[in-house]
């Protein structure tokens, strides 16, 4: 029971790591500071864009260090690195120290891999936690990577609207406080359990709410930010963002609540309930004057499951692997569906970083620079439910073999 709520505390610890460490998508509310601070042309400030998405390519490390090292130790690698990173840059554009421009460029670089390595470490607990809805928690926990925009523009407001130098702070402080905040359910995972068919329907429900409550969170920033042009209003807008963050903390105790019920009072009910007949009685009788005939039956119906259990053992030798599983490096990179999804992010993910990167130039060039924090809380709106409607095709109906042959 106590390990059932755990897997959901860990899902709600992933759902923060991942609101609050989406920093690249901030890039435009500081980048014409960077820009003239720097003295640099447009062309250089793409490239500076640029190193913070290239950044990614080395994520691959993470992967190293997961073989070597616990979890929560590549998790404070990549806090520590995104500290790095990004507090240097702050310490830059509020003109406290200088560095050239190829140092910058090594520091955008160190900010943007910070960023793989949390996605590494929430992809892990996804996948240890839920085995059996590993899609739904995937999909849950990465679209609030999208938001982490609209609730760093409600924090920077809430200090000083005025003050674009907020959000490197910021995208250099939170991950690593949010971390620390995230640590005591990483060390206490429960350990991993087979679920029953019943218990992954179940859990594909409270999947459903918490993608409900998803919905009304991102609506609420949204909707609500453009009311925060003033301090104390953001304050209380952004009040209101963190108990809808927190708010998923009741499902662990709903899911322990259930399960206590589940165990402990309808088990007594039964109990009671059969102290009262005499079927138990009954049932003993017939059980010892047929003992003979169930103990052939007994052994008819191992035989059975023996013979049905070698067949099952020849069929499943050399089954293909299927998604979710471990794959080895060099059997991935011999696989068509690798390199097609490979062209497919590099030539088309990279189309919505060029356009995020370069959304404070576009909306300065066109006049609406002043409304720069709306546009970037719509553009984190939209990552949003384009992350989370990947999860749809696990919440229709899925039919198995065994229910179509029966």
């Known amino acids: 029971m106590e390990g059932q709520s755990r897997k959901w505390m860990i899902l709600v610890a992933t759902t923060w790591v991942q609101a609050f460490t989406g920093t690249n998508f901030d890039f435009s509310s500081y980048s014409s500071t960077l820009k003239s601070v720097l003295g640099i042309s447009q062309v250089q400030l ?121 959000y490197l702070l910021l995208n250099a402080a939170v991950p690593l406080f949010v971390s620390i905040l995230a640590l005591l359910p990483i060390l206490r995972q429960p350990p991993l359990q087979q679920l029953s068919a019943d218990a992954a329907r179940s859990d594909a429900s409270i999947f459903l709410f918490l993608n409900i409550l998803a919905i009304f969170t991102v609506l609420y920033l949204l909707l609500l930010n453009s009311l925060s042009s003033t301090a104390s209003v953001a304050r209380i807008l952004l009040g209101g963002a963190i108990l809808l963050l927190v708010l998923p903390l009741c499902f662990p105790a709903l899911v322990y609540a259930r399960n206590w019920a589940t165990h402990n009072i309808l088990a007594r009910l039964h109990f009671y309930h059969s102290s009262f007949n005499d079927l138990e009685l009954v049932r003993e009788l017939i059980k010892n004057e047929n003992g003979t005939s169930s103990n052939a039956n007994s052994y008819g119906v191992v035989e059975k499951e023996g013979c049905f259990g070698c067949f099952r053992r020849v069929m499943e030798k050399d089954r293909l692997t299927v998604l979710g599983e471990e794959h080895p490096a060099r059997v991935l990179v011999c696989k068509w569906d690798f390199w097609l999804y490979y062209f497919t992010y590099f030539c088309g993910g990279t189309v919505g970083l060029v356009y995020s990167n370069n959304l404070g130039q576009i909306a300065q060039s066109l006049g609406y620079y002043k409304d720069l924090e709306s546009l970037i809380t719509l553009y984190s709106a939209c990552s949003f439910f384009g992350r989370l409607l990947s999860a749809t095709p696990d919440f229709l109906p899925r039919c198995t073999l065994q229910e179509l042959g029966g």
Not at 74 to 94: C, E, H, K, R
Not at 131 to 141: D, E, I, W
Request: with cysteine; hydrophobic share 55%.
């Open 46 to 166: 793409n490239y500076l864009a640029m190193a913070s998405d290239m950044g990614k390519a080395f994520g691959w490390g993470s992967g190293l260090c997961l073989m070597h090292l616990p979890l929560w130790c590549v998790l404070f690698i990549a806090a520590f690195m995104g500290l790095f990173g990004y507090g240097l840059q702050w310490l830059l554009i509020d003109r406290i120290i200088s560095f050239p421009y190829v140092l910058v460029f090594l520091l955008c670089l160190t900010a943007g891999c910070s960023i793989c390595w949390f996605n590494t470490v929430c992809y892990v607990l996804c996948i240890r936690n839920f085995p059996a809805n590993r899609a739904l928690a995937l999909s849950l926990t990465i679209s609030f990577n999208g938001v982490t925009a609209a609730i760093y523009n409600l924090i920077a407001n809430s200090i000083n609207p005025e003050n674009d130098t907020l």
